[in-house]
């Protein structure tokens, strides 16, 4: 509408200036006062002032075309987020990586509690595994460790440190995630990787790779660890793309670890080799594996079993099947299927 009166207004005011332009010139001509040769020279100079009169249009679009843009980046910069630092947040001093579960509560909606009343503890340079049913509150676990969210109820600590006590940085810099779903940016696979700690040094960078298995896969591409992964990763496979995760993960060299069922889009050979790769990481850090495939966890020092937001069993494995509750049930089908 703004556009469509500047438009209008323009041919008004030219219209009406050339007529006005061309009554005076004609009459002073006629009362020979003036030469024509001065009045086309005066509609020469007339159409010079024109010129950028019409301009002034696009101009205009342009100008309201980037205040718009200006105004979404502004609201976009301008967004609180929910989740800050305390006033006189510490920074996490992490020495053992003990992680403490105490009382927690958590639902995303009031009306649908997903945790209840947690509480158990991940003891320094242990791997502890959680299995259960899909949708029983597994990743959320991991992201109100990594606070994503706030708990609801309840605290976590890692090493005697409530995490929203400490800054958001200093957490989120101690524990390394390898999500159930990676996201990747539309760039190389190495700088994908880099990501992961972007100061970390070209070798540092080419041991991540070998240790997620990605050397054979990368060595199959024309333009090796330069390839794009195209918007979101959709040229690599599910596999390869929790791979990066890996080497990501592996990279950040944070002393809290957290799988979030991280092989399963992995064929089972794939599969042992990464485990392999991920006990060797795990070495003396501190490490969740959140687990579909049992098997993947025997090892674990302790196993949580969640069923609907509660912890209903935990155990090492041989314990926990001697117990013959829900993980022996869950493994006998799991034996059957293999
Ligand atoms: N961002 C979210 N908002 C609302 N509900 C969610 C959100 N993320 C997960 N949920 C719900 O929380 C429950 C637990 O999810 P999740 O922790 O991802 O389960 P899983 O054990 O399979 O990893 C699910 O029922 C899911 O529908
Ligand atoms: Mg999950």
């Known amino acids: 509408m703004s556009l469509l009166a500047l438009n209008s207004g323009q041919a008004l005011i030219i219209a009406c200036a ?11 001509v006629v009362a020979g006062t003036l030469s024509i040769g001065e009045l086309v020279m005066i509609n020469a100079y007339m159409i010079q002032l024109f ?7 696009f101009v205009y679009r342009e100008i309201r075309r980037a205040l718009t843009d200006l105004e979404n980046m502004l609201g976009l910069l301008n967004k609180k987020p929910q989740i800050t630092d305390a006033l006189n947040a510490q920074e996490l001093n992490i020495s053992h990586g003990e992680i403490t579960f105490n009382n927690v509560s958590f639902s995303y909606d009031t009306h649908r509690p997903i945790l209840n ?6 003891k320094a340079g242990s791997k502890v595994a959680i299995v259960g049913a899909s949708g029983a509150g597994k990743s959320s676990l ?7 969210y706030d708990v609801s109820a309840g605290e976590i600590s890692i090493d005697n440190q409530a995490i929203n006590s400490v800054t958001l940085n ?34 540092e960078i080419d041991e991540a790779i070998a240790m997620a298995h990605l050397k054979d896969f990368i060595a199959t591409l024309d333009k090796g660890d330069k390839t794009l992964v195209g918007e ?14 890996i080497a990501r993960a592996i990279l950040k060299k944070s002393p809290i670890l957290i799988f979030d069922e ?27 594996v959140i687990a579909h495939r049992l098997s993947t966890i025997t090892d ?23 117990h013959k509750g829900q993980y022996s049930q869950m493994w006998l089908l799991q034996q059957q299927e293999d």
């Open 51 to 57: 010129l950028p009169l019409n301009f002034l249009g």
């Open 117 to 122: 009343n947690l509480s158990f503890s991940v």
């Open 262 to 288: 991280a092989t399963s889009a992995l064929d089972s050979h794939s599969e042992q080799a990464i485990l392999a790769a991920m006990r060797e990481v795990a070495q003396n850090h501190t490490s969740v």
């Open 142 to 148: 991991a992201r109100l460790l990594y606070r994503f």
């Open 170 to 203: 200093s957490l989120r810099k101690a524990i390394a995630i390898v999500p159930q779903d990676t996201v990747l940016f539309n760039t190389t696979i190495r700088e994908n990787i880099a990501y992961g700690r972007p100061s970390a040094s070209d070798a």
């Open 18 to 28: 050339i007529t006005a332009l061309m009554w005076l010139g004609s009459t002073e």
């Open 300 to 322: 674990a020092d302790n196993i949580l079993v969640f069923s609907k937001g509660e912890l209903v069993e935990q155990g090492t494995h041989a314990e926990l099947l001697i």
């Open 232 to 245: 979101r990763g959709l040229k690599v496979s599910g596999g390869e793309k929790q791979r990066i995760a």
